[in-house]
């Protein structure tokens, strides 16, 4: 796990400040969906190892929700963003 | 004991005597000793038993890779087992005992166990003690825990504060010897923030060891020049006394400074340690190398020790390692210990070296090439050594042997993350893996040897460093240093054919042939040998003999060094305090302390407080004749219930909820409508999760057009804040809401009973009658003559007429205060969170023991709430799975005794009259049980099959635990006022 977290708000923070919520890959299905659309989305999680998204919250900090990119095998956070943009820009 | 003190010479201040105790016995020291260096003054030789064998063991280094010198330092609540003797510095009052040795240091009954060798090899522990299972907790355990050969730790609490921080730099040099000082300057004169650590109690490393000329002074006085200078400079940190221990990801290192363990009482201002945490852009590893023991017979006998520390005894500290002293040397460097020990006065009698080509040298000792030392004399002491030269055995009459078997770069940090160290035949080591994410190795610890080029090299690699974060430096220019012979080794793993054990791991007890033993029976891979012989298992880490195994592994096994690779390398470099680690954390700083703003006022009322999280929240408020909680509670609900009572709530968690869109959100957020809450109104809301299951309960209530505020519940404050601010974020960033925690602002205070609008309104201004102020109004209001705005919501949670008052946290103590004082003639009566709990048990209302995570609205007679109208709401859509809806799930009910004597706990299951304890049979349990003062007999609340559908119903409360079966009825969950009047009063 990396040391330090580079916030898009607030720059390189120690981890101890961010809470981590779980997979950010599924994304919230329209309430009316299928019944198999919400079942993946709310209990199915691949866990592979290797490039992963997370939703972590800076919650010590600015309390912004982010998506982490990082590596599940290894050590290495690939990218940082506010949930918000990243949300936005898919 | 003759004192082995120089007349002259060495870094100590001699006009400044240092008095200390050691195993009970006044010594002297001076300012600038270590306690090793002051015992080996004062002639103590004899230091320390081994571990397993119990033997002799003297002084062997001069730092902090000391296997044999630990030492149990100071008293008390201060006693610190496991001090390295060779890095505790002198200070006046100084207590230290020797360890593992009984009755006494120089008659010790564990000598037994040398005799008993043969049977204590490698693997002993796995082939003694295997079986029978059954006596491990009782007996083998207790008895290695007692042989185990360590000091042991105060029972007493330590005195002394420690603290953590933080701090930043471009480049964090490890290590303030010639490479490091070199480095850490080229950084600070090109402007660089530079942080330099050095774990002894200066600047200077090896140069405060060193005789030789550098930029034209003698090398300590080089070393006090430049860190002068690095200290002067604005830009540099220089770190004494403090160990980097560990490199984490990100160019995260971990660093313990010891501020006040070279003190005789610390500062109280001060902490004894600091835990740094150094965020390094770049990273100059200068930590210098190690040297190698050599392995031969009785090579741990006292007076036997390492070249380099006897080096630095006689220079550093004007002590001499023995009166008359050999030199046992694979390779050139242990040449230069010789010269300063003649230089010194010291009678060097011989060299011996393997090699047939040895090194120029020019002063008195007779070299003695193709030799071998093949065994040592004396039991407490070195009396003479036995040299092997060709054919021929000559025994040597020594009092001290300087060893040296090469040389290993201390590379520990650089392979922390996983990088492995590469073996090179030519330096006969293992050097550094190549650079990576800004670690560079300089100096000794990338295998450079001579001084000069050490210096160099520093520079040189401080400006590759910078050049990374796109600093430009020069390196820095030290001036030449004095000339020195070229290093040469060549690899000595073991003296084949020496008498007596050879060790490999002093602090171990590991021998030569524990090392073969563990290959023949399987154990050859470096990992499996490093487990099964406990080598570099000990406190030391390996520090001295990990290498020497590698090398013998290697022989054994007809294979290199290289090919066997070394063990893994992990935090910590060496021991850290626990009281480091905990810093702040201990004690009540273990964990922060919630107080409510009435916390003061309850405890004026005599409050028991109960630890709820974080939280102490008043649990009951016993009046004097009262012995038991219960009649304390008891008499709290009643007084409620008849008349009035003021309850604090502050620890509710408490949002505010601001933007275009709350009201939409908001209704998205509950599974219940909200939308059309007018403003000035309050109301009861429920949440779930998107599984559809309750999550948490509250009220909300409408202050303005777009500004809501919110009540959770107390564990759920920080969970709800979070998951309304991702579904905000990442659900809908389209809608327009904001929220602030509230929670530590407002001071709540609850006034229920029948007569608490009688209390209430001689205090707030506005009319609250039952018409202007209905039950669920919600609003802003004035006390006391305007003196005070507050908000008040007639919301109810024991059922009965009641209100929650919300003050600024700062007047909340002067408002319960007058709550009280205006409702004394009343009787207005301060009740807790377990009267609270009785009476929302009598109200049938859930807490989470209720909605525990399994539970649905409709299982607690809430199904008719979730809107069926909105569109999307947290948890709608998996709400509506089968199996979540339907006659046969767990539903709320209320529960009570058909013998009204009879009592049942939380827990108990819930079973048909007559059917026996089964997974099959069981019908549901008991979810909060109380004794009702109003009714006077217990009752409970319960989640079971089809329960409303049952109420009238005999069933058998059984308990396992307590060994009871109790016939109990099943009844509607609302014990009092099931309709509800009292709240619309
Ligand atoms: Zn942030």
């Given at each position: 796990m990396a040391s330090l977290i580079q916030c898009p708000h607030c720059g390189a923070r120690p981890k101890e400040e961010f809470s981590i919520k779980g997979s950010a890959e599924a994304e919230r299905p329209a309430p009316d969906a299928a019944e198999d659309a919400w079942f993946e989305y709310v209990y199915q999680r691949d866990n592979p190892i290797g490039r992963i998204e997370e939703y972590w919250q800076h919650t010590s900090g600015c309390r912004r929700w982010l998506v982490v990119e990082r590596d599940s095998g290894v050590h290495t956070v690939y990218r940082v963003l506010d949930a918000t943009a990243a949300r936005s820009s898919e | 004991m003759t004192s082995q003190r120089l007349k002259s010479g060495g870094l100590i201040d001699r006009n400044l005597p240092i008095a200390f105790m050691f195993d009970g016995k006044p010594y002297q020291g001076f300012a600038g000793d270590t306690l090793a260096s002051a015992l080996m003054a004062n002639g103590v030789g004899l230091v320390g038993r081994s571990f397993k064998y119990h033997r002799p063991r003297g002084i062997m280094t001069a730092g902090s890779s000391e296997p044999n010198a630990l030492v149990t330092v100071g008293e008390d609540g201060r006693t610190e087992p496991n001090c390295r003797a060779t890095t505790v510095e002198l200070y006046d009052g100084l207590v230290a005992r020797s360890q593992n040795r009984w009755p006494s240091l120089g008659f010790d009954v564990g000598e037994v166990n040398a005799l008993l060798s043969p049977f204590l090899g490698a693997g002993f522990y796995y082939k003694t003690f295997m079986w029978p299972a059954a006596l491990w907790e009782k007996f083998y355990e207790p008895m290695i825990r007692r042989a185990a050969g360590l000091g042991r730790a105060s029972y007493e609490p330590d005195p002394d504060h420690y603290e953590k921080c933080w701090a930043h730099c471009d480049l964090l040099v490890v290590g303030a010897g010639p490479a490091g000082l070199a480095a850490a300057m080229t950084a600070a004169q090109a402007g660089a923030r530079v942080i330099i650590a050095d774990e002894q109690s200066g600047p200077g490393g090896s140069l405060l060891s060193d005789r030789r000329e550098i930029g034209g002074a003698p090398a300590p006085t080089f070393a006090a020049k430049i860190s002068a200078e690095l200290a002067s400079m604005a830009n540099v940190t220089v770190l004494s006394r403090t160990t980097v221990f560990g490199w984490y990801d990100d160019r995260v290192f971990g660093a313990v400074e010891r501020v006040q363990k070279h003190v005789s009482v610390p500062a109280a201002?001060?902490?004894v340690e600091r835990l740094w945490r150094i965020v390094a852009k770049q990273c100059v590893l200068a930590s210098g190398a190690e040297e190698r023991p050599l392995v031969f017979g009785g090579n741990d006998r006292p007076g036997v020790m390492m070249a380099d520390a006897a080096r630095t005894y006689v220079n550093r500290y004007g002590v001499a390692a023995g009166s008359r002293v050999a030199v046992f040397t694979n390779?050139?460097?242990a040449y230069c210990a010789a010269r300063d020990m003649e230089a010194n006065g010291i009678d060097v009698a011989a060299i011996i070296d393997p090699r047939a080509e040895t090194p120029d040298y020019d002063g008195q000792a007779r070299v003695m090439a193709n030799a071998r030392v093949v065994g040592t004399r004396g039991w407490r002491g070195l009396t003479g050594i036995t040299v092997q030269r060709g054919g021929e055995q000559e025994t040597i009459p020594v009092d001290a042997l300087l060893m040296s078997g090469g040389w290993n770069p201390i590379v520990s940090l650089a392979c922390q993350r996983g990088a492995k160290p590469r073996w090179s035949d030519d330096h006969v080591a293992f050097l550094p893996p190549a650079p990576s994410d800004g670690m560079r190795t300089a100096g000794a610890a990338a295998g450079i040897a001579s001084l000069g080029n050490c210096v160099q090299h520093g520079a040189s690699i401080a400006v590759e460093c910078l050049s990374k974060i796109g600093i430009a430096a020069k390196p820095f220019d030290a001036g030449p240093a004095e000339d020195e012979p070229a290093f040469s080794v060549t690899p000595l793993w073991h003296v084949a054919g020496s008498t007596g054990k050879a060790f490999v791991d002093f602090q171990n007890d590991v021998h030569t042939d524990d090392l073969g033993l563990a290959v023949r029976e399987g154990y050859g891979h470096v990992e499996h040998t490093k487990r099964y012989t406990t080598t570099g298992m000990a406190t030391d880490q390996g520090k001295l003999s990990n290498v020497n195994a590698i090398g013998i592994l290697a022989e054994v096994r007809g294979t290199t060094p290289g090919d066997i690779g070394t063990t893994t390398y992990r935090p910590f470099y060496t021991p850290v305090s626990f009281g480091a680690l905990a810093g702040a954390h201990r004690g009540r700083h273990f964990q922060p302390v919630r107080r409510s703003p009435l916390h003061m006022w309850a405890e004026k009322h005599g409050a028991e407080f109960v630890e709820v999280g974080h939280w102490y929240r008043s649990a009951w408020f016993p009046r004097s004749g009262e012995t038991r909680w219960r009649q304390s509670v008891d008499r709290e609900v009643l007084a409620v219930r008849r008349n009035v009572g003021i309850c604090d709530v502050s620890t509710l968690g408490k949002i505010e909820i601001v933007g275009r869109d709350a009201a939409e959100f908001l209704n998205r957020i509950y599974c219940n409508g909200v939308a059309k809450l007018p403003v000035g109104k309050a109301r009861y809301g429920l949440m779930l999760r998107e599984d559809g299951f309750i999550y948490d309960d509250g009220t909300l209530s409408r202050l303005a057009e777009n500004r809501y505020f919110m009540t959770t519940t107390t564990a759920l404050a920080a969970g709800v804040l979070s998951h309304m601010e991702f579904c905000a974020q990442v659900l809908w960033p389209d809608l327009d809401v904001r929220f602030t925690s509230v929670s530590d602002q407002w001071a709540q205070i609850a006034i229920a009973g029948p007569r608490s609008r009688d209390l209430l309104k001689q205090i707030v201004d506005d009319d609250i009658s039952n018409d202007a102020f209905p039950f669920l109004a919600a609003g802003t209001i004035n006390l006391m003559g305007g003196q005070l705005s507050a908000r008040l919501f007639r919301i109810s949670y024991s059922g009965e007429l009641a209100y929650e008052l919300a003050v600024p946290a700062s007047y909340g103590e002067a408002v319960a205060n007058a709550l009280m004082a205006i409702g004394e003639p009343m009787g207005v009566t301060p009740y807790g969170t377990e009267a609270m709990g009785v009476m929302r048990i009598e109200k049938g209302h859930v807490t989470h023991a209720e909605i525990n995570g399994t539970v649905v609205p409709e299982d607690i007679g809430m199904g008719r709430m979730v809107s069926v109208k909105k569109p999307d709401f947290i948890g709608r859509r998996m709400l509506n799975r089968e199996g979540l809806s339907g006659a046969d799930r767990l539903k709320l009910v209320g529960l009570k005794p058909v013998d009204p004597s009879d009592d049942f706990s939380t827990g108990a299951h819930i079973l048909n009259p007559g059917a026996a304890p089964s997974m099959a049979a069981d019908q549901g349990h008991v979810t909060s049980t109380c004794f009702s003062p109003v009714l006077g007999h217990h009752i409970g609340l319960a989640l079971i099959k089809r329960g409303p559908e049952r109420i009238g119903e005999q069933v058998v409360v059984w308990d396992a635990l307590k060994e009871q079966d109790i016939k109990a009825i099943i009844a509607d969950p609302a014990f009092v006022d099931p309709a509800g009047e009292r709240l619309h009063a």
């Amino acid at each position: 796990m990396a040391s330090l977290i580079q916030c898009p708000h607030c720059g390189a923070r120690p981890k101890e400040e961010f809470s981590i919520k779980g997979s950010a890959e599924a994304e919230r299905p329209a309430p009316d969906a299928a019944e198999d659309a919400w079942f993946e989305y709310v209990y199915q999680r691949d866990n592979p190892i290797g490039r992963i998204e997370e939703y972590w919250q800076h919650t010590s900090g600015c309390r912004r929700w982010l998506v982490v990119e990082r590596d599940s095998g290894v050590h290495t956070v690939y990218r940082v963003l506010d949930a918000t943009a990243a949300r936005s820009s898919e | 004991m003759t004192s082995q003190r120089l007349k002259s010479g060495g870094l100590i201040d001699r006009n400044l005597p240092i008095a200390f105790m050691f195993d009970g016995k006044p010594y002297q020291g001076f300012a600038g000793d270590t306690l090793a260096s002051a015992l080996m003054a004062n002639g103590v030789g004899l230091v320390g038993r081994s571990f397993k064998y119990h033997r002799p063991r003297g002084i062997m280094t001069a730092g902090s890779s000391e296997p044999n010198a630990l030492v149990t330092v100071g008293e008390d609540g201060r006693t610190e087992p496991n001090c390295r003797a060779t890095t505790v510095e002198l200070y006046d009052g100084l207590v230290a005992r020797s360890q593992n040795r009984w009755p006494s240091l120089g008659f010790d009954v564990g000598e037994v166990n040398a005799l008993l060798s043969p049977f204590l090899g490698a693997g002993f522990y796995y082939k003694t003690f295997m079986w029978p299972a059954a006596l491990w907790e009782k007996f083998y355990e207790p008895m290695i825990r007692r042989a185990a050969g360590l000091g042991r730790a105060s029972y007493e609490p330590d005195p002394d504060h420690y603290e953590k921080c933080w701090a930043h730099c471009d480049l964090l040099v490890v290590g303030a010897g010639p490479a490091g000082l070199a480095a850490a300057m080229t950084a600070a004169q090109a402007g660089a923030r530079v942080i330099i650590a050095d774990e002894q109690s200066g600047p200077g490393g090896s140069l405060l060891s060193d005789r030789r000329e550098i930029g034209g002074a003698p090398a300590p006085t080089f070393a006090a020049k430049i860190s002068a200078e690095l200290a002067s400079m604005a830009n540099v940190t220089v770190l004494s006394r403090t160990t980097v221990f560990g490199w984490y990801d990100d160019r995260v290192f971990g660093a313990v400074e010891r501020v006040q363990k070279h003190v005789s009482v610390p500062a109280a201002d001060k902490p004894v340690e600091r835990l740094w945490r150094i965020v390094a852009k770049q990273c100059v590893l200068a930590s210098g190398a190690e040297e190698r023991p050599l392995v031969f017979g009785g090579n741990d006998r006292p007076g036997v020790m390492m070249a380099d520390a006897a080096r630095t005894y006689v220079n550093r500290y004007g002590v001499a390692a023995g009166s008359r002293v050999a030199v046992f040397t694979n390779n050139s460097s242990a040449y230069c210990a010789a010269r300063d020990m003649e230089a010194n006065g010291i009678d060097v009698a011989a060299i011996i070296d393997p090699r047939a080509e040895t090194p120029d040298y020019d002063g008195q000792a007779r070299v003695m090439a193709n030799a071998r030392v093949v065994g040592t004399r004396g039991w407490r002491g070195l009396t003479g050594i036995t040299v092997q030269r060709g054919g021929e055995q000559e025994t040597i009459p020594v009092d001290a042997l300087l060893m040296s078997g090469g040389w290993n770069p201390i590379v520990s940090l650089a392979c922390q993350r996983g990088a492995k160290p590469r073996w090179s035949d030519d330096h006969v080591a293992f050097l550094p893996p190549a650079p990576s994410d800004g670690m560079r190795t300089a100096g000794a610890a990338a295998g450079i040897a001579s001084l000069g080029n050490c210096v160099q090299h520093g520079a040189s690699i401080a400006v590759e460093c910078l050049s990374k974060i796109g600093i430009a430096a020069k390196p820095f220019d030290a001036g030449p240093a004095e000339d020195e012979p070229a290093f040469s080794v060549t690899p000595l793993w073991h003296v084949a054919g020496s008498t007596g054990k050879a060790f490999v791991d002093f602090q171990n007890d590991v021998h030569t042939d524990d090392l073969g033993l563990a290959v023949r029976e399987g154990y050859g891979h470096v990992e499996h040998t490093k487990r099964y012989t406990t080598t570099g298992m000990a406190t030391d880490q390996g520090k001295l003999s990990n290498v020497n195994a590698i090398g013998i592994l290697a022989e054994v096994r007809g294979t290199t060094p290289g090919d066997i690779g070394t063990t893994t390398y992990r935090p910590f470099y060496t021991p850290v305090s626990f009281g480091a680690l905990a810093g702040a954390h201990r004690g009540r700083h273990f964990q922060p302390v919630r107080r409510s703003p009435l916390h003061m006022w309850a405890e004026k009322h005599g409050a028991e407080f109960v630890e709820v999280g974080h939280w102490y929240r008043s649990a009951w408020f016993p009046r004097s004749g009262e012995t038991r909680w219960r009649q304390s509670v008891d008499r709290e609900v009643l007084a409620v219930r008849r008349n009035v009572g003021i309850c604090d709530v502050s620890t509710l968690g408490k949002i505010e909820i601001v933007g275009r869109d709350a009201a939409e959100f908001l209704n998205r957020i509950y599974c219940n409508g909200v939308a059309k809450l007018p403003v000035g109104k309050a109301r009861y809301g429920l949440m779930l999760r998107e599984d559809g299951f309750i999550y948490d309960d509250g009220t909300l209530s409408r202050l303005a057009e777009n500004r809501y505020f919110m009540t959770t519940t107390t564990a759920l404050a920080a969970g709800v804040l979070s998951h309304m601010e991702f579904c905000a974020q990442v659900l809908w960033p389209d809608l327009d809401v904001r929220f602030t925690s509230v929670s530590d602002q407002w001071a709540q205070i609850a006034i229920a009973g029948p007569r608490s609008r009688d209390l209430l309104k001689q205090i707030v201004d506005d009319d609250i009658s039952n018409d202007a102020f209905p039950f669920l109004a919600a609003g802003t209001i004035n006390l006391m003559g305007g003196q005070l705005s507050a908000r008040l919501f007639r919301i109810s949670y024991s059922g009965e007429l009641a209100y929650e008052l919300a003050v600024p946290a700062s007047y909340g103590e002067a408002v319960a205060n007058a709550l009280m004082a205006i409702g004394e003639p009343m009787g207005v009566t301060p009740y807790g969170t377990e009267a609270m709990g009785v009476m929302r048990i009598e109200k049938g209302h859930v807490t989470h023991a209720e909605i525990n995570g399994t539970v649905v609205p409709e299982d607690i007679g809430m199904g008719r709430m979730v809107s069926v109208k909105k569109p999307d709401f947290i948890g709608r859509r998996m709400l509506n799975r089968e199996g979540l809806s339907g006659a046969d799930r767990l539903k709320l009910v209320g529960l009570k005794p058909v013998d009204p004597s009879d009592d049942f706990s939380t827990g108990a299951h819930i079973l048909n009259p007559g059917a026996a304890p089964s997974m099959a049979a069981d019908q549901g349990h008991v979810t909060s049980t109380c004794f009702s003062p109003v009714l006077g007999h217990h009752i409970g609340l319960a989640l079971i099959k089809r329960g409303p559908e049952r109420i009238g119903e005999q069933v058998v409360v059984w308990d396992a635990l307590k060994e009871q079966d109790i016939k109990a009825i099943i009844a509607d969950p609302a014990f009092v006022d099931p309709a509800g009047e009292r709240l619309h009063a």
